[in-house]
């Protein structure tokens, strides 16, 4: 856990808010790996806050599905399983594409030319295989169309399943070629919804998540042992 760094204590909001959100990024960007030991005291004296709010910290992790509490061995960073994932990735193929119909019904002229304007700096950030700005901009894709939607519990659902396999997203637009499809793919869902294509925005947003199941079954080891298991 040394890769924590201290709270800034004259942050607005309040210290557990802090110390929560602190923890959660951590667990997201892979700071804190999966099965690792969430210890109080190492993680107080890292922030540098009391075991208050990190205790508080620890109970909303565990009900966001981050952290898994074990009788008599403490807090862990959850391990989420290739099946997890899997599962996850087909109810997001079904979100997605609703939100995507749902876009292209509501859209306006100013969401559309933000939509066209992070569509093209993903594209930079593939060309120059600039991994960091590669997940922050198709986040901001993708997180356009939600508000597009204009459907407040659909976008916390999309959100809340997309935090699930944040730590996933890294090893695919990681591959450039799985980056520069992503690129295409991007392209063809702005269009159907620039154009008022409920219907094909739905069929591309679908097929874009799809794809990246795809690709997790077939590049990944445990991908291709769950291929073998299922011959």
């Known amino acids: 856990m040394d890769s924590l760094t201290k709270i800034n204590l004259d942050n607005y909001k309040p210290l557990r808010d802090v110390v929560f959100e602190n923890l ?24 540098g806050v009391s075991r ?44 997605e594409g609703l939100a995507a119909y749902l876009a292209a019904e509501r859209r306006s002229d100013e969401e559309i030319v933000a939509l066209e304007k992070v569509a093209k700096e993903f594209e930079t950030c593939v060309r120059e295989a600039d991994i960091e700005g590669v997940l922050k901009k198709d986040i901001d894709f993708h997180e356009k169309i939600f508000m597009m939607a204009n459907n407040k519990k659909l976008y916390q659902l999309i959100t809340s399943l997309w935090e699930q396999v944040h730590r996933f997203r890294v090893t695919y637009v990681s591959n450039y070629d799985a980056s520069l499809s992503l690129v295409e793919e991007h392209n063809r869902i702005l269009q159907a919804i620039k154009t008022g294509d409920g219907e094909l925005a739905k069929k591309y947003a679908t097929e874009h998540i799809e794809l990246a199941e795809q690709f997790f079954m077939e590049n990944t080891e445990i991908g291709r042992a769950s291929c073998r298991e299922r011959v």
């Not at 959660?24 to 922030?47: F, H, P, S, T, W």
Request: glycine letters at 6%; charged letters at 30%; hydrophobic letters at 50%.
């Open 24 to 47: 959660r990024a951590a667990i997201l960007d892979g700071n804190l790996k999966a099965g690792q030991r969430l210890m109080e005291v190492q993680l107080a004296e890292q922030l």
């Open 52 to 95: 208050t709010p990190i205790r508080e910290a620890i109970r909303k992790l565990e009900l966001e599905g981050l952290v898994v509490m074990l009788p008599r061995k403490g807090a862990y960073v959850a391990n989420m399983s290739f099946k997890d994932l899997i599962d996850v990735l087909e109810i997001r193929a079904s979100l």
